[in-house]
């Protein structure tokens, strides 16, 4: 039965006033503001530090692309688009394309478009024919850098069909794309390293630190259930636990890519110089740990810089092949620091009679209460206490390196018992009376080896870069404050910079929203974008913090009275009372 009832639709009047409006009003973006020259010469500095373009250009002549050939030229290049994107990320923007058109079509200024080679003829059209023409240039971008250029990312395979086109896929290609674009990224996450003032870097002694991170991928992985591929088939499953690859037992917490970043650091506290990343890579979740972290470091290979110390979570150091991660390491110069995970602490490698503990070398009189020390505080033999006390212990018996590392990569001790810097007194090594060190006579070494060897006749010995690479390393005394301050420092250097890359204070990667073009290569250049971007606003908050801390003695902040505080506390729990206990029925 139809309704007899007046609906109340409103005032006409009010509704064709809300329609009359100019036709173009609702098209630019009234929020934003203009793009000026000055804007737009930081991101063209940046690509033009990089030579990406020139770069891009030689990998299509590789590929058999000749400009001979003729055909209809590109109405927006490399140049122009990664420009774009660039601006986009250091103004905190979505990485879009729509984006990127609007800045053409309504926020450029003309000094800015006749910077960037714009010419009123690339836009004619409309916003449609704007968007179109940057959509091509950027997959003509991203074309010689793609590892898998027989799979789409716009759709979701079935997966059988997926499992046949992946198999014919070009295993020579994808491995050389790779490689293409890792070097791309690197190059422009390098870019932003240059473009920092001297006094930003120049206090840098060379230590690093590296760590793997999430990268979140599409909201739809792909699951044992699924028909279908995810349309990121490149990512994986990401986990918290272990190498943050997906096993049984393991929960899975989303799809994602995992980014390996290298931070520049320090081993104590230090605020003299801007903590950048200087190098990035991308791969599925746990897969190949050490030949990610040897593609994040290709900036601080190929280039003159200084060498330091190199701290890693337990992933990497113990965690990898030697061969693969902690001999290369070493044979670059870096010293490790390391920490060791449950199973793997106590006696670890031993060379002409000394004794790697804990990643420490020891003379062969070390009690064996000192070397089971953890293993003894996981069975609940002692406690913490207990603990630090024999840590702080074992230090009488530590070899002391004679000189610097060489070239090989070797280093030659020195045992504890001799020399004028001598800690312990050993019988085999006596010669008369031992003077006390500081007043405090020297540690006696109670059980001398009944076969001595080498550390026990000579004044030194060289300990190869092989012997004990998994768990050696070359900081202070593990766990002990020394050693602490320096791992610890290192650390929390690349976790923040790492969370400051995710969150919306910074670059914002963890919010997939803002990066909508799919597929790993795209991830892998936005990534390089967002790090160089970040790397920009911390030199900017380094060269503008204030130089002195602000003096706050003169003006006290007042204390309440013991009775208002109480008072105060009172009220609100009178004002907002817990929930009571359930009675019973």
Not at 35 to 58: F, N, R
Not at 69 to 83: E, H, S, Y
Not at 229 to 253: A, Q
């Amino acid at each position: 039965m139809a309704s007899t009832a007046t609906t109340n639709w409103g005032d006409d009047s009010l509704v064709a006033s809300f329609f009359d409006v100019p036709e173009d009003i609702h098209t630019v973006d009234r929020k934003a503001q203009p793009v000026h020259l000055p804007q737009l010469k930081q991101a063209a500095v940046l690509v033009d530090q990089a030579s990406i373009p020139a770069v891009l250009a030689g990998y299509r002549i590789n590929d058999g692309y000749t400009p001979a050939k003729g055909g209809r030229p590109a109405v927006f290049n490399d140049r122009q688009i990664l420009t774009l994107l660039m601006l986009l990320q250091l103004e905190g923007s979505p990485l879009h394309i729509t984006r990127a058109r609007d800045l053409l079509c309504y926020r450029m200024t003309d000094a800015a478009l006749g910077a960037l080679g714009v010419t009123p003829g690339n836009l004619a059209g409309g916003e449609a024919a704007v968007y179109r023409r940057l959509y091509g240039a950027y997959r003509r971008m991203l074309a010689p850098l793609n590892p898998f250029p027989n799979l789409q990312h716009h759709r979701r395979y079935k997966k059988k069909k997926f499992r046949k086109l992946f198999e014919r896929r070009d295993k020579a290609l994808e491995e050389v794309r790779n490689l293409r674009l890792h070097h791309v990224m690197n190059l422009l996450v390098w870019a932003s390293v240059q473009c920092a003032p001297q006094r930003a870097r120049q206090s840098w002694d060379g230590s690093i630190c590296m760590d793997g991170t999430a990268y979140v991928a599409t909201k739809k992985g792909t699951s044992r259930r699924s028909k279908r591929v995810s349309s990121e088939f490149n990512g994986g499953w990401y986990c918290h636990e272990g190498s943050h690859k997906l096993k049984r037992g393991r929960k899975p917490l989303f799809w994602a890519y995992e980014a390996t970043t290298v931070t520049m650091g320090a081993p104590r506290s230090d605020d003299s110089f801007a903590k950048l990343l200087v190098g990035v890579s991308i791969a599925r979740p746990g897969v190949q740990p050490a030949k990610q972290a040897m593609k994040a470091m290709e900036n601080l290979i190929a280039n003159d810089v200084p060498v330091g110390y190199l701290a890693a979570d337990k992933l990497y150091l113990p965690g990898q092949n030697p061969a693969q991660f902690q001999i290369p390491m070493r044979q670059l110069g870096y010293r490790l620091i390391s920490d060791h995970r449950k199973g793997e602490t106590g006696r670890q490698a031993s060379h002409e009679g000394a004794i790697l503990v804990d990643g420490n070398w020891y003379c062969p009189g070390i009690p064996e209460s000192l070397i089971t020390v953890e293993a003894d505080l996981a069975a609940g033999l002692i406690d913490k206490k207990t603990r630090k006390s024999r840590i702080r212990r074992r230090a009488v018996y530590l070899l002391r390196e004679k000189e610097a590392p060489r070239a090989d990569g070797s280093i030659r001790y020195k045992p504890p018992c001799i020399g004028p810097g001598a800690t312990c007194d050993c019988p085999l090594r006596r010669i008369g009376a031992c003077p006390p060190v500081n007043g405090k006579p020297l540690a006696p070494v109670l059980v001398p080896p009944a076969e001595p060897r080498g550390i026990c006749k000579q004044n030194s010995i060289t300990i190869p870069l092989h012997v004990g690479a998994k768990y050696a390393q070359q900081g202070e005394q593990t766990k002990t404050k020394a050693w602490h301050t320096q791992y610890n420092h290192l650390r929390e250097t690349v976790e923040g910079r790492n969370k400051y890359l995710k969150d919306s204070s910074g670059g914002n990667l963890g919010d997939r929203s803002r990066r909508l073009i799919r597929g790993f290569t795209a991830a892998g250049l936005v990534l390089a974008i967002t790090v160089a971007a970040d790397n920009i606003r911390v030199v900017k908050a380094f060269l503008t913090r204030p130089t002195t801390k602000p003096d706050n003695s003169s003006t006290p902040k007042p204390r309440r009275a013991r009775e208002e505080r109480w008072t105060k506390t009172a009220e609100h729990l009178l004002a907002n009372p817990p929930n009571a206990p359930s009675t019973a029925a």
